[in-house]
Structure formats: structure tokens, C-alpha cells
């Protein structure tokens, strides 16, 4: 990931989740849960969400991972720095700390379920990317990806003025930054999803079965991929 890129999302990280919440009406927080629950995660799992930003999924993780091990990781630590506070609202403690997805430092096979939701697209090589998730994941484990993805009909025409138009003047007015709020859904509409990004992790070689969901008619997709 580009030095440019990490700035940028530093400059954005107090804006943040108030921007994911308006940008997507809230329902971010919906594709959050239904991640948690495809994960089939219990009370002592170990997961490593990677690209966590300010931890709304590490912290969904660990509201059912109550005794196991969630780990929040990131390349822009600046964002990291926002999830102490909800740990203390929500009386929750996940570890915190800088991580690339392309080079994990974390050990063959030993988390339960490795995560990322809409930073993928952010990985520079992200077949590389997802073979990393996988290789600390335990066999029987699960890769799991949420990410963007392109409605259609109707919804794809509404979509695509709502993310070159709106967007941009909401992260203008919310976030002081019109250029990210641009940069965004510019990669969102360029990005594979569905189909084509399946075969991307399956190109790796490390799984025994993917499954892709799309969520809100096909605005994102949660990819599961189970670890050979």
C-alpha cells in the first residue's frame, strides 16, 4: 500500500465511521453482524481482523469471542487510536496493532478466522493478500472478505450517480476531503467482485470451498473461503 494511500486514510480517520454510517445509511453495521455469524465463531475463537480501521468488525468479533482472541490490525495506526474509546462504551477489550496483509508476522495455523472488511481493494497485490489470511488460519478455519461490490438494473444507475456525485460532496462537507471520498468508490467500481473475485481466492490454492453472498442487492459481497 502507497504511502499516499496510508495519508489519506490518516487525514479521513476522525471522520470516519461517521462517514461509513451516512454514506451507507447505516447499513454497514448489518453487513458487520451477518459477517460474525458466517464466521461460526464461539466463545473462544482467535481471530485477526486485518485492515480493521476503527474496529467495528474486530469489535463485532468479540462480542461473541468473549474469552478467545480478537486482534484488530492495521497499516495506518492513526485509525487504530479510534477504537480505544469503544472499547470502553462497550466494555470490550481487543488487541491492537500495525500490520500489512501482504506480510503478516503471525504464526502458520493459528488463528480460527482471519478478516477483512472493505480494505482488500486497498492491497496492492490482493491474491497475495488473501494467501496471507489463509496462512494463519487453521485448516477447517475461514477466510472471510467484505467487500464492495456493483448492484444491478434499476439500483446500478442510482448507485453510480450516488457514489461520482454524492459521495464526493459528502466527504467534502463531513470530512474536509473531497479527493478521498472521490478516490473511494473510484476503486469500488474498478474492483472485482462477485464471480471474478472468487476466482481470485481460489487462484491461491488454499481453499476447499468459497462461497460469495451479496448483501443490500449486490452493493457488497461477503466472501468465505474455508482453509485446506
Known amino acids: 500500500m502507497s504511502e499516499a494511500i496510508k495519508l489519506m486514510f490518516a487525514d479521513i480517520s476522525k471522520d ?5 454510517t451516512v454514506l451507507s445509511f447505516g447499513i454497514h453495521h448489518l453487513w458487520r453482524k451477518k459477517v460474525v455469524k458466517l464466521s461460526g465463531i464461539n466463545s473462544n475463537s482467535k481471530i485477526l481482523d486485518c485492515a480493521s ?9 468479540k462480542k461473541t469471542a468473549i474469552n478467545g482472541e480478537v486482534v484488530a490490525t492495521d497499516f495506518c495506526v492513526e485509525m487504530l487510536d479510534y477504537i480505544k474509546p469503544k472499547e470502553e462504551k462497550l466494555n ?26 472493505f480494505g482488500i481493494r486497498n492491497v496492492d497485490d ?15 478455519g ?3 472478505v467484505l467487500e464492495t461490490g456493483q448492484p444491478k438494473g434499476i439500483m446500478k444507475l ?7 456525485k454524492i459521495m464526493p460532496f459528502l466527504g467534502n ?6 479527493a478521498a471520498y472521490t478516490y473511494l468508490p473510484q476503486t469500488a467500481s474498478k474492483f472485482p467482485y462477485g464471480e471474478k473475485f472468487v476466482e481470485i481466492m481460489r487462484s491461491t490454492e488454499k481453499f476447499i470451498d468459497i462461497k460469495a453472498y451479496p448483501v443490500t442487492f449486490g452493493v457488497a459481497y461477503i466472501y468465505v473461503g474455508i482453509v485446506k
Open 142 to 144: 475461514k477466510v472471510i
Open 126 to 140: 490482493p491474491k497475495v493478500g488473501i494467501s496471507e489470511m489463509a496462512r494463519v488460519v487453521k485448516s477447517g
Open 92 to 117: 470490550l477489550k481487543v488487541k491492537t496493532e500495525f500490520a500489512d496483509v501482504m506480510n503478516l508476522q503471525y504464526s502458520n495455523n493459528y488463528f480460527d478466522v482471519s478478516s477483512i472488511s
Open 16 to 20: 470516519y465511521d461517521k462517514m461509513n
Open 158 to 164: 442510482f448507485y453510480k450517480l450516488y457514489s461520482k
Open 173 to 178: 462537507l463531513i470530512a474536509k476531503n473531497e
Open 53 to 61: 480501521g476503527t474496529g467495528d468488525l474486530a469489535l463485532e468479533f
